[in-house]
């Protein structure tokens, strides 16, 4: 939608990797390193497919200090992860990696802070109820783009990079390689 919206055609495929089977393998411990491997091992899984077109893989990791989120499972993890960042700043790590037969063109990390507010069981439950089987489509219970946006105090960031795409450094490199018309 965001590529769409800034006039880019695209066509989602899934890349159809396992995320954590990759993530176990490698030896990245950090968020932003984890988040860049998996949208590389995305892009290049992609691109093995579809041989001379430029691929965009995408992912994000959620880290509060040393702990790392992963999307929840349903409701009760959606539950479990909002009631422990509930009050708490955290950070969200949202990658982007251009492929193009198989070579990486372009990669870029940008991390976005963002502070949740305090929240009571019984307000995490009211959010759940209204947000309904999407919060355990993101990471960390929670969409910014719709009602999630009512649990936050504070976003120290780029809105794209929250949103799961850093579109200004993506739009930059396609600039650079004369891709978009302007």
Same mark, same amino acid.
């Given at each position: 939608?965001?590529?769409?919206?800034?006039?880019?055609?695209?066509?989602?495929?899934?890349?159809?990797?396992?995320?954590?089977?990759?993530?176990?393998?490698?030896?990245?411990?950090?968020?932003?390193?984890?988040?860049?491997?998996? $949208?590389?091992?995305?892009?290049?899984?992609?691109?093995?497919?579809?041989?001379?077109?430029?691929?965009?893989?995408?992912?994000?990791?959620?880290?509060?200090?040393?702990?790392?989120?992963?999307?929840?499972?349903?409701?009760?993890? $959606?539950?479990?992860?909002?009631?422990?960042?509930?009050?708490?700043?955290?950070?969200?790590?949202?990658?982007?990696?251009?492929?193009?037969?198989?070579?990486?063109?372009?990669?870029?990390?940008?991390?976005?802070?963002?502070?949740?507010?305090?929240?009571?069981?019984?307000?995490?439950?009211?959010?759940?109820?209204?947000?309904?089987?999407?919060?355990? $489509?993101?990471?960390?219970?929670?969409?910014?783009?719709? +009602?999630?946006?009512?649990?936050?105090?504070?976003?120290?960031?780029?809105?794209?990079?929250?949103?799961?795409?850093?579109?200004?450094?993506? +739009?930059?490199?396609?600039?650079?390689?004369?891709?978009?018309?302007?």
């Amino acid at each position: 939608m965001l590529l769409e919206n800034a006039g880019i055609d695209a066509e989602a495929i899934p890349a159809g990797i396992d995320e954590r089977a990759v993530q176990a393998a490698a030896s990245a411990t950090a968020p932003s390193d984890i988040a860049a491997l998996l $949208a590389r091992e995305k892009a290049l899984a992609v691109s093995a497919r579809r041989p001379g077109r430029h691929v965009i893989g995408a992912d994000q990791t959620l880290a509060l200090g040393d702990r790392l989120f992963n999307k929840p499972h349903g409701r009760a993890g $959606a539950f479990e992860q909002l009631r422990v960042l509930a009050g708490h700043s955290h950070q969200l790590h949202s990658a982007i990696v251009v492929a193009r037969d198989q070579t990486i063109l372009f990669e870029h990390v940008a991390v976005a802070g963002m502070t949740m507010r305090a929240l009571s069981e019984s307000e995490i439950s009211d959010y759940l109820d209204a947000a309904g089987d999407a919060v355990a $489509a993101s990471v960390g219970g929670y969409q910014l783009e719709g +009602l999630g946006v009512h649990l936050f105090e504070h976003i120290d960031s780029d809105h794209f990079a929250i949103l799961g795409l850093p579109l200004l450094p993506l +739009l930059g490199f396609l600039r650079s390689r004369n891709l978009l018309a302007f």
